[in-house]
């Protein structure tokens, strides 16, 4: 639950100052605003309770710049289990103070802490345990499970009655708190990697020092079911499990994800380079990538499996400083331009992506989004060495969004990195999780904003005969306006290429009536939008530019002139000969 990334929301632009200060800190936060009263945030809402309870029901934590009474109130018929309660805190529009409202057992007192400091102030914590002894029982740093938190209420209790308590096991953070630590205590806290038997007095954390290795998983008896076992014999819990650990060469095989999901834990992945120097020295790659995951060579000695080793750490693992992640590479199309039209998941992308790869325009479309990101532009142009680019990024690790407007799949850059992987393919390659998300093409915007041109049979051209000959082109509009389809033109023309779009005209002409209805629409959803419906005849190369698409009617296509001076275009469902 407090894996998804935190929403900041904001009623007004006063706000919005003291909302991007805090997002800073909080990788992958979304601003929300009011609609109307706030501008330039990732998300506008119109109603406030609507949002703010459907975010609340997701498990997201909200920080709400503005009166703690509103949040209270908009959320009190939601609260019923303070276990799956996120993190809800209030924070003063001038950022003097931060409140932490619920969600302590999700750390809401220590993302109230975050926020302060930047803030520069005192965070308003109320935790009685929390403020006593200078740490959080119930919702310890990461790196550390709480096994039994049933028993900690009345443990903390116990505590604050002026109970002491006994340290077994090591956890910096606990010998540094305040905490009445006294090896004669009668209430315990344990910090241990075994399977123990909890109890109301004794508290338990696994921490998180255990690292499974796998190396090759086409041994098929290795299996969720067979490493619970092996953790359960070795009598190790299965919470203090930090990571799944593999060569980048077997990143790809999915039932390695379906074992980190079975222990809700990331996976990272070595090179073969990194694990050259221990296998030459008599390791297996199972025991190599298990020496490399925990620094650390205290084995089970046990392992059936000669794939598998479990290694223990001596302190907890942070898996992300550790070897490298799964490569992504997200094939994006952000839509024509406004980001009304970008999907919801292109958003997701774009948020969590680290790199941004594509052409400077379409990167300045996305905004805000791209604030924070590596980016590596490049000309429009170089298609292919910009596809070669995001793949060796992506197989180093990074998460890669490739941007294209409108859809990714329509000639744009999708296309380009399928064609680079066919034709000149890396074995580093076969690691990259490849994703294509799609996007509102231009045709589509153009088609909305007229009414329903596309409405019947349509394909879609390009006149650019900068990648394919012209005489191939010629034929393709011949048939198609032969087989009476509407048309979509796409780069109709540039600064070097005017004559093709009279050629096309031409074509046309000997199918079509000079006065089939022809949509220009150019900039669609970008500044200077402008949408307007001629005659085919009248189809010149100076009614068009590079940021215009073309939707040339069929025979059926029909203008119909609204009484206030508006026209739609549409083509009818129903075919009339
Ligand atoms: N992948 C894009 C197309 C890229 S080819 C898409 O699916 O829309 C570039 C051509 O697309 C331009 O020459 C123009 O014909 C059209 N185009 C792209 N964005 C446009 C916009 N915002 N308004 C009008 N036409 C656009």
């Not at 006994?166 to 990697?193: C, F, R, Y």
């Not at 593999?246 to 222990?263: G, M």
């Not at 275009?569 to 129903?574: F, I, S």
């Amino acid at each position: 639950m407090t894996k998804i990334a935190p929403a900041v929301i904001v009623l007004g632009e006063n706000s919005v100052p003291v909302a991007r200060k805090i997002i800073n800190v909080l990788p992958g936060a979304t601003l929300y605003g009011l609609a109307g009263r706030t501008s330039g945030v990732d998300v506008s809402f119109t109603n406030f309770g609507e949002t703010l309870r459907e975010l609340f029901a997701e498990g997201t934590p909200l920080i709400g710049i503005c009166a703690a009474g509103i949040l209270i109130r908009t959320l009190a018929p939601m609260l019923s289990d303070k276990k799956q309660e996120p993190p809800l805190l209030a924070v003063a529009e001038d950022g003097s103070t931060v409140v932490p409202l619920l969600g302590g057992l999700n750390g809401v007192n220590d993302l109230a802490r975050r926020i302060a400091e930047v803030l520069d102030v005192q965070p308003a914590i109320t935790t009685t345990g929390d403020i006593r002894f200078r740490t959080a029982l119930l919702s310890p740093p990461p790196g550390y499970h709480l096994a039994n938190p049933d028993d900690a209420k009345k443990f903390i209790s116990d505590l604050l009655a002026g109970a002491q308590v006994k340290l077994e096991g090591t956890a910096p953070w606990l010998s540094n708190s305040q905490l009445p630590i006294d090896p004669n205590g009668n209430l315990t806290i344990q910090v241990t990697e075994h399977l123990v038997i909890p109890a109301p007095n004794r508290l338990v954390y696994h921490p998180a020092t255990i690292a499974i290795a796998l190396s090759d998983l086409s041994e098929t008896s290795i299996t969720v079911d067979s490493i619970q076992q092996l953790l359960a014999d070795a009598n190790l819990a299965a919470a203090s499990v930090a990571g799944i650990f593999a060569p980048i060469t077997i990143a790809a095989d999915p039932s390695i994800q379906a074992i980190a999901n079975a222990f809700n834990v990331p996976i990272r992945f070595f090179t073969p380079n990194q694990l050259e120097n221990l296998i030459s020295q008599g390791y297996s790659p199972a025991q190599a990538i298990a020496i490399k995951a925990t620094s650390s060579s205290r084995h089970l000695p046990i392992s059936p499996f000669p794939h598998l080793a479990i290694a223990i750490a001596p302190t907890p693992i942070d898996p992300s400083t550790i070897g490298q992640p799964r490569g992504r590479l997200a094939i994006i199309g952000t839509g024509p331009g406004d980001s009304k039209w970008m999907s919801p998941e292109v958003k997701e992308i774009l948020k969590s992506a680290t790199d941004l790869v594509g052409y400077k325009t379409y990167i300045n479309l996305i905004g805000s989004l791209a604030d924070g990101k590596q980016r590596h532009e490049s000309d429009n142009r170089e298609e292919i060495a910009r596809a070669t680019m995001a793949l060796d990024l992506a197989a180093s690790g990074r998460y890669v969004a490739v941007v294209s407007s409108g859809d990714p799949g329509i000639y744009a850059m999708a296309a380009a990195v399928f064609e680079v992987c066919d034709r000149h393919p890396k074995p580093e390659w076969e690691s990259i999780d490849i994703h294509v998300a799609p996007g509102i093409s231009a045709m589509q915007a153009a088609a909305a904003a007229i009414g329903a041109p596309l409405g019947h049979d349509f394909c879609a051209i390009s006149l650019s005969d900068i990648l394919k000959p012209w005489s191939i082109i010629e034929q393709r509009i011949a048939a198609a306006a032969q087989a009476d389809f509407a048309i979509a033109f796409y780069n109709p023309v540039s600064q070097e290429r005017t004559w093709q779009l009279t050629e096309a005209r031409n074509i046309l002409l000997q199918y079509r009536t000079p006065d089939t209805p022809v949509v220009l629409a150019r900039n669609l959803g970008r500044p200077g939008q402008m949408v307007q419906v001629i005659k085919l005849q009248d189809l010149t190369p100076d009614v068009a530019d590079m940021r215009t698409v073309i939707l040339v009617g069929s025979s059926q296509t029909r203008t119909i002139q609204h009484s206030d001076g508006r026209i739609s275009v549409y083509t009818p469902r129903r075919y009339t000969t």
